[in-house]
């Protein structure tokens, strides 16, 4: 090959020694006179398939000729045979591929996509396989999506990540999509409030714009698919897919991209809006494509298939028989006869009918696990013959999009690109768009053929020796290494890249057409809008790209770039795709091929943060992933160790983000056979019950709901006979205290009524405090008044009526069992008081740990400790209280093997304290300045000064920055045995989904572990449910007996009048007054408690007015009172109470001569003593007993009525 200028003749060279090279240009990437540019026609197979249908022609025309010497018969016999031909052949020609009724008809239905076949391995979900059926060449496709951009000064690494790529040879397509937020249905909807309804969707929407960033590699394989080239595609295209993601990875730094695969179809639901692969080849086309492809396909499809195979078997069998028949007539050989039709036929079948190759690839094809999908299964794709510049897309027979498409096709020299410009304009005007570079590196050989004739003087200067040599005149420059030397000099560059670039706009409209001419008035509407995108689109390129000139894309064209922004690759077609491509240097194309700031209008961007996250985690459990901020990538299992569990602390964030983080470790642990006791405030923790079941560890929990199944005696220990009840009580006090946040005075006041108070229950305790001198009523009393009436008020939670050993569920049961106990205090509504009957709770166990061995060692799960452990109200100095009761509740639990995983709410609440137990930390996110600064110590979150991590420019770490704007899940760890911070993300999408369990549902799951919670319910509501009595006088429940006789007293007279207040209140003193100087000497206290209860009497109508008759028929005007009906209505709420309480029998057991057990009743196993009468053996006699007792109550009330007083007592006697 020879290159002349001037006096000069070069010739490639390609092995020749010189000697050392010369001095480089100073603008070294000045090397073009213009870019090279070219078709992208592939010309070996164009030519062998051309002139073998021009030999086969002149063959048979010039035969004919010399053996009938008639020239017009031989000449009509070559026309017939072309138009035969190119009739019968016609799509494998470019320009009428789609057939000929475009050319007849205004308005035609196309088919892009009918000789493309779409397949994926069950075993490898990531990859596309493309086979194109007519030209029977097979493309592999992998296609990343960029999901997150980098905030802040990061700049790609652009020109080292091309130079990667072309040191491997991986050709790749980089691809951006600005469209629309639309989201259309599957099906195929003829309603017209639907249609009503999407476009008022779009109406909605049309101001919203998502963009997509994709980067694909893609490798083709020729010929038959079998499966050595099947294992071949696909293995090359995991290396280069690797390969690109590894050098992306390297070079664009903080920006997360990831391999799409096709979506399960029996995936979960949040996963219904995440795009898939498929999504990625549809680009432009909105809705959920088809999965899988159908089976029934339209019968006049089938039909014009079938008629083009019998077609060309016929003229294949006529040019075959004509052949035959000329040889024969010339006397050629038969053997010779067959060896030239079996060519024939081979060479229509290699070249021009290749598609029947796609039976045996078909054959092979059901050996292997693949899928076949369609794509485009719900799109029709028309051409308008009036506007040849455009095609239209009909998505569902509701939307209609119309697209114009331009290609680059000449850059002069010398060029300036500005892509950011561009796309800023683009998205200001938000103008649907698709920017498609296609661009492969190339070697040596192509580099000579099509781009050494552009090179400019300077550069056939400066390659002389490398690749050119001179013929005449001056000494030739040697190089001892050419191939070295041309090595070098193309890295300088960055290599020399195949590209294709496209650019593509469209405009849509909602549709519900039902004739040709509707959708004809359609397109024409959206002509209208489209021809001022295309323009403006055209002109926004022109503008910020100079000296790059644009193509407008027509006809087949048009459809062969709507093929190349689908399938992201230029290699679909063995001809080639007929569109434009430039040669440029790799430093060139980084300026077409950069992620730039714009797009971060249209996609996720987050804070660049910089965190060392470690690779060397030891693991006991795990609860998610290390998240490797610089990829924005899961990297390795994120968990603890066990010890670490034991001190964890887990913090901000939202309650129910803490709640699941907790319900992960217990899964985790319940997997690893470690019990726990979870404190549930929000009652969904038996979900975790609905995690387990039907495995193995379904019987692995207990689940036990506050005031239901089991109270708590806020007095006692829970240990029966406790000679060391005094030592609860301490911890009780600081229980106490820390949780209602009361003074040193109010617990000295709450320790002294203790003391004094011999009955030691609620009641009792508060009366004292009404009736203490004024002198010692202040500010603490009324504080413990309110908290004992609060108590009073829930006595299904806080009883002192009956020990907790005596019930069937007791607290301290919970760390005697080997299961993991889950305790639902969310029928506790104020979040003060579920944290008092926690501490409450573990304050009972560590006073019976101190005291008996007999219990597991269980990790405890504690919610909103920094309610509890209040930094300032223990740091306060209005208290006693200081950070040794810290000490005190956790110490012992922690020395005795128990662990302790705690959440707070905010983090700045929390003694200081406290992190010397919980020195393992997770938070969630946090925006709390106050927060920020105390986990910024507490996990030594850090900020770099001076020289930044890529530039002096950026010298923060953006630590603090991350944690303000974690997602949901995202997490900052800290663990006691890794000194840096880590960030990390949990996985507990299944457990979110979970329901909790019914109650009904969780009676039926603990009756299978053994507990008839429903009976101890019953049970325990019966024990403890308060009469209307008690409800109505609170804290003067003590006296209600004698406020009962004081009633019946007056019931006898009521009638009779004179009960004035004066009368009454004198006489309910009388009634009061021996169970008053119990508690008090003092007449005006006495008289205080009086006037209390007379108040009470009146508010609930156990008293009510009543004026006594004159003898005038008029009432008196003198306020009397009389015993109101509801009285009789406590009475007998009373009774029904009382009669349905359980009977519980003592019975003393003698030692040796075994147990007396008359009524066969149910012995308690760990308390024997203990013995529940058990009416279902003489339910008989019980009913007989019940009836007698109902007659009796009723002849009672019926002499009350009557006022038959006497009899009434004589009868209530007896």
Known sequence: MGISKGNKNYEVKPEVKPEEGSEESTNYLDIWQKNPAYKDIYGTFSIVKLFSFIGIILFIASSTLLLTLDIYFSSGLAVFLVIAFIITFYDEFFLLEHGFTYLFRNLVEIHPFDNFKFYMLDNDPATLLTINKKDMITIATRIFKVEVLAGGNIKPSINQFLYSLDESKIPYCYQVIQKPIIKLEDTITRDKKKILSIKKLRTNSINSYRTHIYFSVYYAEKGILSSSKLNNLRD??????????????????????????????????????????????????????????????????????????????????????????????????????????????????????????????????????????????????????????????????????????????????????????????????????????????????????????????????????????????????????????????????????????????????????????????????????????AKNMGRVFQNNFKKFSLTQLKSQLLISGFQNECFKNTIFRLS????????????????????????????????????????????????????????????????????????????????????????????????????????????????????????????????????????????????????????????????????????????????????????????????????????DRNFYSENLLNIFQDFLDQSVFFTDKALEYENDVAPLDFIKTDKTVIIDLSNLKDLEQQTFATFVILSKFIHYIHHSQEYYKKVLFIPNIDLFFSQQYIDSSTNNINFGKIDKLLAPLIHNGFGLICSANQIHYLHPNVFNYLKNIITFQATDSRDIAVLKNKMQLQELHGTGYYSTRRNHTYQIEYLMTMR??????????????????????????????????????????????????????????????????????????????????????????????RILQEDLLKYISPRASKRTNNMKKKKAIRNDIFQILLNHEYLVEGHPAKASGGESLRTVYKVGVYYQKALDDESQTKMNQPIEVEVEIIEGNGQYNPFKANIAIENPQAIYFDDSVYNEELAEMIGHLNYAIFEVYYYGKKQKFEKMVEEGTS
């Open 968 to 1061: 949901n899940y995202e997490v900052i760890v800290k663990r006691n045995d890794v000194f840096q911070p880590y960030p990390g993300e949990i996985e507990i999408k299944k457990m979110i989904k979970m329901l909790p369990f019914s109650d009904e549902r969780i009676y039926e799951y603990m009756g299978g572990q053994g507990y008839n919670l429903k009976q101890s319910e019953q049970k325990l509501s019966a024990k403890l449910k308060r009469t209307v009595f008690e409800k109505d006088f609170g804290v003067y429940c003590e006296f209600i007996e004698d406020v009962k006789k004081f009633l019946d007293s007056i019931r006898i007279v009521h009638n009779i009048g004179n009960l004035s207040k």
């Open 236 to 533: 090359t295209i995991i290396i280069y897919s690797k390969n690109l993601k590894s050098n992306f990875s390297a070079n664009f730094h903080h920006i997360k991209i990831s391999l799409l695969k096709r979506r399960d179809n029996t995936g979960v639901k949040e996963e219904e809006d995440r795009e898939d692969l498929i999504n990625a080849v549809r680009t432009l086309i909105y809705g959920n494509p088809i999965k899988t492809v159908q089976n029934n396909e339209k019968i006049t499809t089938l039909d014009r298939k079938t008629l083009k195979i019998i077609l060309r078997f016929i003229f294949i069998a006529f040019v075959i028989g004509l052949v035959s028949s000329i040889l024969r007539l010339f006397k050629v050989p038969f053997l010779y006869i067959l060896g030239v039709d079996l060519v024939l036929v081979c060479l229509i079948l290699f070249l021009w009918w290749r598609e029947l190759l796609f039976f045996f690839t078909n054959l092979h094809i059901k050996r292997y696990n693949i899928t076949q999908i369609n794509p485009f299964s719900d799109v029709r794709f028309y051409r308008f013959k009036k506007i040849k510049d455009a095609f239209y897309i009909h998505i569902n027979n509701i939307l209609l999009l119309g697209i114009k498409m331009f290609t680059l096709g000449i850059a002069t020299q010398p060029s300036f690109a500005m892509p950011d410009k561009f796309f800023r304009a683009m998205n200001n005007q938000k103008t649907p768009f698709i920017y498609t570079l296609n661009a492969a590196p190339i070697e040596k050989k192509e580099f000579v053929t099509k781009c050494t004739k552009q090179l400019n003087e300077k550069t056939i200067d400066d390659l002389e020796g490398i690749l050119f040599y001179t013929l005449d005149g001056e000494d030739p420059r040697y190089y001892k290494n050419p191939d070295l030397e041309y090595l070098n000099w193309i890295e300088k560059r960055t290599g020399v890249w195949k590209t294709s670039i496209t650019i593509s706009t469209s405009s849509y409209k909602f549709t519900n057409t039902s004739t040709i001419e509707d959708l004809k008035n359609n397109m024409y509407e959206i002509e209208n809008e489209l021809y001022y995108n």
């Open 576 to 775: 080639g795709t007929h569109l434009n491509h430039v040669y440029f240097q790799g430093k060139k194309l980084g300026e077409f091929a950069n992620l730039i700031n714009e797009f971060r209008k249209g996609l996720e961007t987050r804070i660049a943060a910089e965190f060392n996250t470690p690779l060397h985690l030891e693991n006991f459990i795990t609860i998610g992933h290390t998240i490797n901020t610089e990829f924005l990538e899961k990297e390795v299992p994120m968990g603890f160790t066990f010890q670490q569990l034991k001190q964890l602390l887990i913090t901000n964030g939202t309650l129910e983000e803490r709640e699941h983080l907790k319900m992960k470790i217990v899964s985790e642990l319940v997997k690893a056979e470690i019990p726990s006791v979870v404190f549930d405030y929000t009652g969904d923790w038996s979900k975790l019950i609905r995690y387990f079941r039907d495995s193995r560890y379904e019987d692995s929990f207990l689940h036990f709901k506050f005031g239901q199944s089991f109270n708590v005696n806020l007095i006692y220990s829970g240990i029966k006979y406790d000679p060391n009840n005094f030592e609860y009580l301490n911890y009780f006090y600081d229980v106490f205290a820390l949780t209602f946040k009361t003074q040193n005075n109010t617990i000295e006041l709450l320790k002294k009524t203790l003391r004094e108070n011999e009955k030691l229950d609620w009641g009792s305790i508060a009366l004292d405090m009404v009736v203490k001198p004024e002198f």
